[in-house]
């Protein structure tokens, strides 16, 4: 697919996803939205990706959604508009790959959300956290009433929902919201040690510890570990598993080939 609003770049198995829409500080609107579904949707089904970063172009990883777009939806158009949004994120979320956020500036409101979609969260020292939708006569709809109280408890999320708070990366990481901080400059470098890591691990487990972790977190104790241990000895069906434990007795790196 040509894309008009993201660039695309693949280093080795690490594919890049850059929302570029600086003029409007990548202000998510329906097209982009609907670009960001399909670039998804051709990492999910390309075997030669191991991990995806997502950032933005210029001063921004997502200042929010466009207000010019909602500003004049009515109830049901605002509700699609919503679930559009939310039905992206969760691919994101839900993607049998990891997805590192590098945050480069403005994460506000569909922005913090995108972020919160995304497995890591890594974040420019310049970078802004928020849901500010309140003060526009709006509740967060891109899910991220559901997302914040699971990444940093209830009380604080509400805190930041209820006020429209805007934080720093400092707060953002002192409260759980992204994983490091990094000075501006070294922030993709670091995004892409990380996902070069990440991606050098065997795909298999990777892939079966996110859903794990992801179906695991939605359910009670004891469901949660038949779910792990079903992914577990998934693992062993697979020939990744039998390289990585030779490897180990052998004293050398394992050859992982996602099989």
Same mark, same amino acid.
């Not at 790959?97 to 956020?101: H, L």
């Not at 945050?103 to 506000?108: D, Q, R, S, T």
């Not at 720093?168 to 953002?172: K, P, T």
């Given at each position: @697919?040509?894309?008009?609003? #993201?660039i695309?770049?693949?280093?080795?198995a *690490?594919? +890049?996803?850059?929302?570029?829409?600086?003029? &409007?500080?990548? &202000? #998510?609107?329906?097209?982009?939205?609907k670009?960001?579904d399909? &670039?998804?949707?051709?990492?999910?089904?390309?075997?030669?990706?191991?991990? *995806? *970063?997502?950032?933005?172009?210029?001063?921004?990883?997502?200042?929010?959604?466009?207000?010019?777009? @909602?500003?004049? !939806?009515? &109830?049901?158009?605002?509700?699609i %508009?919503?679930k559009?949004?939310?039905s *992206? %994120?969760? /691919?994101?979320?839900?993607?049998p790959?990891? +997805?590192?956020?590098a945050?480069?500036? %403005?994460?506000?409101g569909?922005?913090?959300?995108?972020? @919160?979609?995304?497995?890591?969260?890594l974040?420019s020292?310049?970078?802004?956290?928020?849901? =500010?939708? +309140?003060?526009?006569?709006?509740? =967060?709809?891109?899910?991220?009433?559901?997302?914040? =109280?699971?990444l940093?408890? @209830?009380?604080k999320?509400?805190?930041?929902?209820?006020t429209?708070?805007?934080i720093?990366?400092?707060?953002?990481y002192?409260i759980g919201?992204?994983?490091?901080?990094?000075?501006?400059?070294?922030?993709?470098?670091?995004?892409?040690?990380?996902?070069?890591?990440i991606?050098?691990?065997? =795909?298999?487990?990777v /892939?079966?510890? !996110?859903?794990?972790?992801?179906?695991?977190?939605?359910?009670?104790?004891?469901?949660? +570990?038949a779910?792990?241990?079903?992914?577990?000895? #998934?693992?062993?069906?697979s020939?990744?598993?039998?390289?990585g434990?030779?490897? %180990?007795?052998?004293?050398?790196?394992?050859?992982?080939q996602?099989?």
């Open positions: @697919m040509e894309y008009k609003k #993201l695309i770049q693949d280093n080795g *690490v594919r +890049v996803i850059k929302i570029n829409n600086p003029e &409007a500080l990548n &202000a #998510l609107n329906t097209a982009i939205l670009e960001l399909a &670039a998804f949707t051709e990492v999910a089904e390309d075997n030669g990706i191991l991990a *995806v *970063v997502l950032t933005g172009e210029g001063r921004a990883f997502v200042a929010g959604a466009d207000i010019s777009e @909602m500003k004049s !939806k009515n &109830a049901i158009e605002g509700e %508009f919503g559009l949004g939310a *992206v %994120f969760r /691919k994101i979320e839900l993607l790959k990891p +997805v590192i956020a945050v480069n500036g %403005f994460a506000l569909g922005g913090c959300e995108l972020a @919160m979609s995304c497995d890591i969260r974040a020292a310049k970078a802004k956290f928020g849901q =500010p939708e +309140v003060g526009l006569g709006i509740t =967060p709809g891109f899910s991220g009433t559901q997302r914040m =109280p699971r940093i408890g @209830m009380g999320a509400k805190e930041l929902i209820y429209a708070d805007i720093d990366a400092a707060e953002a002192r919201l992204v994983n490091h901080v990094y000075e501006p400059e070294a922030l993709m470098e670091e995004a892409m040690k990380m996902a070069e890591k991606a050098s691990k065997a =795909p298999i487990a /892939k079966n510890s !996110k859903e794990a972790i992801n179906r695991g977190i939605q359910t009670d104790m004891d469901s949660a +570990v779910i792990e241990a079903y992914l577990f000895g #998934l693992c062993f069906a020939e990744d598993q039998k390289e434990m030779t490897a %180990f007795f052998e004293k050398r790196k394992a050859n992982f996602n099989k």
